[in-house]
């Protein structure tokens, strides 16, 4: 009897059926291409490229130069708007808090947690395109006391030909001054995803 | 020996029981189709359930082969009538990165012939408004969920699959799809406060046939706020810039007040689409679709067929067509808020445009039946020169039941091998309906009334944005 279990497992284990793994168990299972959506390793990539520019720019010294003088400036951070045609929204909901993270750890700014701001990131959600109109920016900037806003946006080119498709994808990060609308920092960076056959 | 040639014709027959015993897929959605009919989509995604292999509405399959992607667009389809648009949207964006559709422009005939008589074996492939209207029902159940960027993302998939058709000149055989779309599409944008993606969207909306007056006074006032240019090459866009023009500009505070705060948008979904049947289309009728369709067909097999029809050796083609049977017509749904019947803006007739699109695809897909047929005729009659052969030098009653069997692979289970694939969206919609009315913000129950059935929604109606209802439980 146990001899006949023993192969029924066996055969089980054997069948080739899925399983599954944590990344300890797999090393690379971060590595696979599972779809065209910005997975964490291509978010990594993107956001690496930005922030390196960002904290090199000129507005992040100019911060640390005020924050000497005892005026550190308040920085808010808004939810980067998805202008793709995949559904990316929570990855760059996840990517919000990793940019707050280094705008604290590596500027001298006071940051704004968003998540003590629920209901005005909702609100800026919603209302995403005329979130960055200048005048609007002033409002939110008055309700968050920030003088400036570190967001950007995500915004693909996708292409199908018969059953293979591409998508292009630039993620523009930008620091815009609350009391102006000025930009005062904007880089952009790019990658690509393909389901080719 | 008699006894083995009797045994012969019991396994011919037994063969062809099994066979044509087979269930396509249009009698495996009968119990959900009927279910929905009466009003009762939790009943009818059960049904799906089962075929998916899964317990629960929440629960998905291990794989997306065979009829699973298509499945899980019906699925979708029943959870957004029964009132659950996450599930819903959750089923849709499953199968749409999954879903292949069906290219007739760049595809041999030999695979389409493989395509249409593979049976739930092969990955369905989705005619061109099937893949439109995943995106265009999918913005409804974000935009029910108050996820306008999600809406938007849909939006962007429609666009992309819309210049994908109109560049493969499909998209004139489904206007109402593409209107309808666009219309959706520029309310997403409007919800979000793009404006020019708005108005870029709902001309679109205008040029492919949207034509209510209530809508054109919205198109002109919303070109009035943003100075919309329409770069469509059509008259009548280029008169609504004419007039909007004349008119003046108007301040984007004054169309919000206008056209969104407070404003409901109502969609009802009525009816249900035909669905396939297989049926035995006489050989001649098909030989008339296939010379209309020369480019699927070489003349030789053109030529073979024409020969096999004149020899009688075959009578019929086993094709998929669309069938009304047993589905409601149309009925005149009656929509109302607090007792104020509602007048729609635009519709779109998805039945139609099913029909339309079916067949302009059935001729080459006929011709390259015929031509698959053709191929396997004349393997059939090489079958019955050997069977005559064995009955020459044998004589026996072994020989003649060989001759049976190689006159059915010709006559009887050729045909009855070639199941042809009856695989379609079988729950979407025969019409869509789109409403829009401005109300006063807070509470209100809006009523859909279809066929003397009538459904109820308790709305809180958003004072500063638009806010969407959807009507899809009674058909």
């Known amino acids: 009897m146990k001899k006949w279990m023993f192969v029924a497992a066996a055969l089980a284990v054997g069948c080739g059926e899925p399983q599954y793994v944590r990344d300890t168990e797999e090393p690379n299972l971060d590595e696979y291409t599972m779809s065209l959506r910005l997975d964490r390793k291509d978010l990594d990539r993107l956001y690496v490229e930005n922030a390196d520019k960002m904290f090199a720019s000129n507005i992040v010294k100019q911060w640390e130069r005020d924050a000497a003088t005892g005026k550190a400036p308040v920085v808010a951070i808004f939810p980067m708007r998805n202008e793709t045609s995949e559904h990316i929204d929570s990855q760059l909901d996840a990517l919000l808090s990793k940019i707050e993270t280094d705008l604290v750890n590596q500027s001298a700014a006071d940051v704004v947690s968003h998540e003590n701001q629920p209901d005005l990131i909702a609100e800026v959600k919603r209302q995403q395109s005329e979130a960055y109109d200048p005048s609007r920016l002033a409002e939110y900037g008055r309700q968050l006391g920030a003088q400036y806003f570190v967001t950007g946006k995500v915004y693909d080119s996708a292409e199908r030909i018969d059953d293979e498709r591409r998508v292009q994808y630039f993620m523009f990060m930008q620091v815009i001054e609350v009391a102006t609308g000025a930009i005062k920092f904007q880089n952009e960076a790019a990658l690509s995803k393909g389901l080719i056959k | ?475």
């Open chain 2, 1 to 475: 020996m008699r006894l083995r040639a009797q045994n012969l014709w019991a396994l011919c027959l037994l063969v062809l029981v099994v066979l044509n015993g087979c269930a396509t897929y249009s009698d495996n959605m009968r119990e959900a189709r009927q279910d929905l009919q009466a009003g009762q989509p939790d009943a009818a995604a059960t049904s799906i359930n089962k075929q998916l292999e899964v317990d629960q509405n929440t629960d998905l399959p291990g794989a997306l082969d065979g009829d699973k992607g298509l499945l899980l667009l019906e699925r979708g389809t029943l959870l957004q009538a029964a009132g659950d648009p996450k599930g819903s949207a959750r089923d849709f964006m499953i199968a749409d990165q999954r879903l292949d559709w069906l290219d007739m422009s760049s595809t041999a005939a030999d695979t389409m012939a493989n395509w249409l008589y593979s049976g739930s074996s092969a990955n369905y492939r989705a005619p061109a408004y099937e893949r439109l209207i995943l995106n265009t029902l999918n913005m409804v159940n974000f935009m029910l969920m108050r996820d306008f960027s999600g809406a938007r993302v849909e939006a962007r998939r429609f666009t992309i699959m819309e210049s994908y058709f109109l560049d493969d000149d499909e998209g004139p055989a489904m206007p109402g799809v593409l209107a309808l779309g666009n219309y959706l599409a520029g309310v997403s944008y409007e919800a979000g406060r793009d404006w020019n993606g708005a108005a870029r969207y709902y001309a679109r909306a205008w040029r492919f046939g949207m034509r209510d007056p209530v809508f054109r006074t919205q198109l002109v006032d919303l070109m009035r706020a943003t100075g919309y240019k329409p770069v469509e090459d059509d008259a009548s866009l280029q008169e609504l810039h004419v007039q909007a023009q004349l008119m003046g500009s108007l301040r984007l505070a004054e169309y919000r007040a206008t056209h969104i705060d407070g404003v409901v948008v109502v969609i009802v979904q009525n009816g249900m689409v035909p669905y396939k049947e297989a049926v035995r289309l006489p050989i001649g009728l098909a030989l008339t679709y296939a010379s209309n369709n020369r480019r699927y067909m070489s003349d030789d097999d053109y030529r073979q067929a024409n020969e096999v029809a004149v020899s009688g050796a075959l009578k019929w083609l086993n094709f998929p067509m669309l069938t009304w049977n047993g589905l409601p017509g149309l009925g005149e749904p009656d929509v109302s808020i607090g007792g104020s019947r509602l007048d729609p803006i635009g519709s779109a007739d998805i039945g139609r445009e099913v029909e339309v699109g079916w067949a302009r695809i059935s001729g080459p897909l006929i011709a390259s039946a015929l031509t698959r047929m053709v191929a396997r005729a004349i393997a059939g009659t090489a079958s019955r020169e050997i069977a005559r052969a064995a009955s020459d030098s044998q004589g026996s009653a072994a020989a003649s039941a060989i001759g049976i069997l190689a006159q059915l692979a010709v006559e009887g289970t050729m045909t009855a091998l070639d199941k042809p694939d009856t695989r379609s969206w079988t729950t979407l919609p025969a019409e869509i309906r789109v409403f829009r009315i401005k109300s006063e913000p807070g509470r209100s129950v809006f009523s859909a009334s279809v066929r003397g059935r009538t459904d109820q929604r308790t709305v809180d109606i958003a004072e500063q944005n638009l806010t969407i209802v959807n009507f899809s439980r009674y058909r």
